[in-house]
Structure formats: C-alpha cells, structure tokens
C-alpha cells in the first residue's frame, strides 16, 4: 500500500469522525452558543478537538430522536 492511499483512508476516516461528532453535538440538548462552540472546535482543530469531544463532549447525546422532534 502506498503512502499517498494511506494518507487517503486516514483522512476519510478522520472526516467520519468529523460527520459523526457533528451529528451529535447537534443532536444534544445543549444550548446554541455550546454546539457551535464544540462544532468550530472540532473543524478547525480535527484531532485536538475530536479527542477532547470524546472525552468532555457526548454527555447529553440523545441522537437521532431529539433531531427528528426539532
């Protein structure tokens, strides 16, 4: 495997990642100013911002249902 695939499969994987904390810091209860706090934080700073999400962030998920109800 080359390395510029390699490159190609660690970025996909970090931007499901990006998609994925999105949908559930939008999906949270939190207020506004909260979601597009975390939401800038993990765009601009990928792998500083979804490690401190996964470790500060999915308290308050409720997922697809709250998304669905708004």
Same mark, same amino acid.
């Given at each position: =495997? @080359?390395?510029?695939? =390699?490159?190609?499969?660690?970025?996909? $994987?970090?931007? $499901? $990642?990006?998609?994925?904390?999105?949908?559930?810091?939008?999906?949270? @209860?939190? +207020?506004? @100013?909260?979601? =597009? %706090?975390?939401?800038? &934080?993990?765009?601009?700073? *990928? &792998? *500083?911002? $979804? %490690? &401190?999400?996964?470790? +500060?962030? *999915?308290?308050?998920?409720?997922?697809?249902?709250? %998304?669905?109800?708004?």
């Amino acid at each position: =495997m @080359e390395i510029g695939t =390699m490159w190609i499969i660690v970025a996909a $994987l970090v931007i $499901l $990642l990006e998609i994925f904390a999105i949908w559930h810091i939008i999906g949270s @209860e939190r +207020r506004a @100013e909260r979601k =597009m %706090l975390w939401i800038v &934080f993990v765009v601009y700073a *990928p &792998f *500083p911002g $979804l %490690l &401190f999400w996964i470790w +500060r962030g *999915p308290r308050a998920v409720k997922g697809r249902a709250v %998304l669905e109800e708004k």
